[in-house]
């Protein structure tokens, strides 16, 4: 049980276009889900709360703007990011969280390479 | 605020050597605290997690964990080490607004 997926798990875009990144909760319900970013050879960052119903909430430093988080239900969060440039190149990592829970469960990660 | 330290960014061990990996937390109260590890271009997995209850934890794979208040350390242990066990481990302890925040990661190398 509590298997996250993302799709899809490479991208590669031209600078300038947007890319959209989706994280999936296949046989449980997510209120919660979080999305990180992680150069390579360093540690996950958080980037956004993601709560389903509500506007996600963003870490310092992160542009809200730039990527854009919907969480249309309880068991899909996606991540958009808009006029990708090739520093947003690296690996993005989501989890959910079971409610009244603290363990999150990752999915596999979306590489995105922007060239 | 919260954090946590991996001292150790790279761990070498032969197959079938014991292995502990650090883990140091800062939190006032009692943390919840995990261990992931992840495979190359692969999301994470969970170990195994603490959250109260006995100090000494269980998790998958043949892994266990110690958490030790006079220590502020969360240290990863295995008794004998395989191949499949090199990756990347990283501890992470639950913060204030309930978001798990992750150490920098340990890389674990096996020598055959």
């Known amino acids: 049980g509590a298997v996250v997926s993302q799709h899809p798990s490479w991208v590669i875009c031209k600078s300038g276009t947007s890319v959209k990144i989706e994280c999936r909760s296949l046989d449980f319900q997510a209120t919660t889900m979080f999305w990180y970013r992680q150069f390579p050879k360093q540690s996950l960052m958080l980037m956004a709360t993601?709560?389903?119903?509500?506007?996600?909430?963003?870490e310092q430093g992160v542009e809200k703007d730039k990527f854009l988080i919907n969480h249309a239900s309880l068991t899909l969060s996606t991540l958009t990011v808009t006029s990708a440039h090739p520093e947003d190149s690296s690996f993005y990592i989501c989890?959910?969280?079971?409610?009244?829970?603290?363990?999150?469960?990752f999915g596999p990660g979306t590489r995105l390479l922007v060239l | 605020a919260q954090s946590v330290t991996q001292p150790d960014i790279h761990i070498t061990v032969s197959e079938g050597a014991s292995l502990e990996l650090r883990c140091n937390y800062s939190?006032?109260?009692?943390?919840?605290l995990f261990w992931y590890v992840q495979s190359p271009g692969q999301g994470l997995q969970l170990l195994l997690k603490y959250f109260s209850g006995d100090t000494l934890v269980q998790g998958i794979k043949g892994f266990e964990a110690e958490f030790k208040r006079s220590q502020s350390s969360f240290n990863l242990r295995k008794p004998s080490v395989h191949w499949s066990d090199a990756a990347e481990y990283f501890c992470?302890?639950?913060?204030?607004?309930?978001?798990?925040?992750f150490g920098k990661g340990t890389r674990l190398h096996i020598l055959p």
């Open positions: 939190y006032g109260a009692t943390p919840y």
């Open positions: 992470a302890v639950v913060r204030g607004d309930d978001k798990i925040i």
């Open positions: 989890s959910a969280r079971i409610d009244s829970q603290e363990t999150q469960y």
């Open positions: 993601s709560n389903e119903g509500s506007k996600a909430t963003y």
